[in-house]
């Protein structure tokens, strides 16, 4: 077969839709951090929706990958068209494909390859917007506080080396120190990473460092540059190598890195924006005043039962969250978990009905179409459960609430850390604090082997990890916090992930 690329658009087979309109039009108004799956997957869509429903083609994309060259020679050769497949199930369990090609993706630059070329296009007079999906891990900062992480290695290489900067933070204030050298327009600097807050989060970390490099700087972004907090969700697999030869044969053309998502999209995102925006509520998004309560809500719902899943489902060798959801013990548990400890501490939203968020949630992960694995959810958990779980037992203990099932989750993420699953295999831990977790691990672990009294035991191993304060704040040495998470390690610990599950779901029955 032919390769993806405009010259061999038109032979793409009938059913796959595609760009119809000049792509040479397009101008790159649009910078992204991250140019992984999730941006292509829904940025990108959305935007392609926003542009061709109101003929403007001031919004084209360059997409910036900021660790490793493989997206951009995969997209390069085909002048970044790209795949995006949409799966799911009928009401019989048969599995569907709808399949788009994608042309809003205009340029794409690796950072450290030409961090110069990329800290260019963040100063170009036409970029309006820098947007970011970074991860969690991405923003150099301390997960418990949001405080900029000063000494973190990125952050310290780009105080010295501006012309080459490493973090995220650093292209953005030094793209935007050329900008304002240059007297071009401000511009919006738009977060779609899970985190609460994630404009004003982004905005404090920028400023900070801004302050260091040049207060006249710092008081010029802070004036005139815009941060809009948004929440973004969609479920959105890592490609394997059978879906890009399933999806190549689909379309009837060689597509090298094709991206994978869910029917299900939501955007609700602040209207903030100091330079124009795409009308992308075109495409389903959805300008609000103020989108802490979406944030809140998609924080503790979605990520905070998905990373709850993931751990317990990795320790029981449950592979993908289809399988694990459709143990019954696990959607009970998530279901109760969803009812009774998360939703009592979301914020009031007109209309939502939250049984009825649940319920479509929990039909989203059982999507069997995905096969989205838990490992891949698993990673990075020192920077996602301040954001998805903490927050949420932080209100419970306040108002003097029980953190039964809350507790479990952070307990299989601590039982997780050890790096063998119930029938003892091996995995690996991928987490930018790795090194330090695994010494906490070692040290818990110790604590735990110097008493032989089993009531004391796992009591000694929480504290000790939950000790670990860039991870658990002000949680750390809250006694009921502690005693509620040992409970629950025991439990892992000489019963297993399905006892424990059931056991958990006969205690709250009685």
Same mark, same amino acid.
């Given at each position: ?39 292509? /997957? ?36 085909? $002048? ?32 450290? $390859? ?170 389903? /998004? ?89 490992? #891949? ?40 850390? #050890?790096?063998? $699953? ?20 070692? /040290? ?43 409970? #629950? ?22």
């Amino acid at each position: 077969m032919d390769r993806l690329h405009p010259d061999t658009l038109a032979r793409a087979l009938p059913a796959v839709d595609r760009p119809r309109y000049d792509r040479d039009a397009l101008r790159i108004g649009i910078v992204h951090l991250g140019l992984g799956a999730f941006a292509r /997957a829904h940025l990108a869509p959305v935007n392609e929706a926003a542009m061709v429903q109101a003929s403007d083609w001031r919004w084209g994309i360059c997409g910036v990958s900021l660790r490793q060259p493989d997206t951009r020679d995969a997209l390069a050769p085909q $002048d970044g068209l790209y795949t995006l497949a949409i799966r799911d199930a009928d009401a019989a369990g048969a599995k569907r494909e709808q399949l788009s090609i994608i042309g809003a993706l205009r340029e794409t630059l690796v950072a450290p $390859d030409d961090p110069t070329r990329v800290l260019a296009r963040i100063a170009a007079p036409d970029t309006r917007i820098v947007s970011l999906t970074v991860t969690e891990k991405g923003y150099c900062h301390h997960p418990a506080t949001g405080a900029l992480n000063a000494d973190h290695p990125d952050i310290v290489h780009d105080l010295l080396h501006p012309e080459s900067p490493r973090s995220i933070v650093g292209f953005i204030v030094y793209g935007l120190q050329r900008r304002h050298a240059a007297k071009s327009p401000p511009l919006t600097l738009m977060s779609l990473d899970n985190l609460p807050s994630n404009g004003k989060l982004l905005r404090g970390l920028v400023l900070d460092l801004a302050g260091r490099v040049d207060p006249g700087l710092q008081e010029w972004i802070g004036t005139t540059c815009t941060f809009p907090c948004s929440m973004v969700d969609r479920i959105v697999p890592r490609t394997t190598d059978a879906d890009r030869e399933s999806i190549s044969r689909a379309i009837g053309l060689v597509d090298a890195w094709p991206v994978l998502g869910e029917p299900f999209l939501d955007w609700v995102i602040e209207d903030d924006f100091a330079a124009g925006r795409p009308d992308w509520s075109a495409a389903g /998004a959805r300008f609000v005043t103020d989108a802490t309560p979406y944030e809140v809500l998609k924080l503790r719902m979605v990520n905070g039962t998905h990373s709850a899943l993931a751990y317990l489902s990795v320790l029981a060798g449950w592979r993908t969250v289809d399988q694990a959801i459709a143990q019954p013990a696990m959607r009970r548990y998530i279901g109760t978990l969803m009812r009774d400890e998360i939703a009592p501490t979301l914020p009031a939203l007109e209309g939502l009905d939250l049984a009825q968020y649940a319920e479509r949630l929990l039909a989203r992960f059982a999507n069997p179409a995905l096969q989205h694995q838990t490992g #891949q959810i698993a990673m990075d958990g020192s920077q996602k459960l301040p954001q998805r779980l903490l927050g949420t037992i932080r209100e419970r203990l306040r108002d003097g609430l029980p953190i039964d099932g809350l507790a479990l989750a952070v307990a299989a993420w601590l039982v997780y850390l #050890q790096g063998r $699953d119930e029938a003892h295999q091996a995995y690996p831990i991928s987490d930018p604090l790795a090194d330090a977790l695994s010494i906490e691990v070692a /040290a818990a672990v110790a604590a735990r082997d110097a008493t032989e009294d089993p009531l004391l035991q796992d009591t000694r191993y929480v504290a000790r990890l939950t000790g670990y304060r860039p991870v658990f704040g002000d949680l750390s040495g809250n006694d009921r916090f502690v005693n509620a998470v040992a409970v #629950q390690v025991k439990q892992l610990r000489t019963r297993g992930v399905a006892a424990t599950l059931e056991a958990l779901g006969t205690a709250r029955a009685d």
